[in-house]
């Protein structure tokens, strides 16, 4: 059975996020323990645990959240100077909200690579 996590309380505004856009398809807020100047998590509203269980009819949703990423680094005056989007699958990817999100990190240089 699918599990819901925090993040589906945070999409129907059951508790508290700093929710900087969301539209049918997702979500998006500030990260509560936030790795650079800017991280803001962007989240479907439809449950997916890992990209594992990602499904053909979620390549919208998917795309979206690209659209939408653009849309809030240029919101956030991040996107000439640039940023990352990272999404961690399973225990080695370091996920641990099994609700799929993408990272996105910024305000500042992120140096050349990810921890290990
Ligand atoms: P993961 O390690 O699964 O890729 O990332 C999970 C992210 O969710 C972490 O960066 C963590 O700080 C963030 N996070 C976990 N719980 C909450 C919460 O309740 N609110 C917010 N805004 N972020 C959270």
Redesign the pocket.
Known sequence: MVQET?FSK?IRKE?P??IVYQDELVTA?????P?AKT?I?IIPNKLIPTVNDVQPEDEAMLGRIFSVAAKIAAQEGIAEDGYRL?M?CNKHG????FHI?M?LLGGEPLGKMLDK
């Not at 807020?29 to 323990?33: E, L, M, Q």
């Not at 370091?94 to 909200?97: K, L, P, S, T």
């Open positions: 925090i945070i508790i996020a700093d807020f500030r990260d509560i323990s790795q991280h998590l990272i961690n370091g996920q641990e909200v999100h990272h």
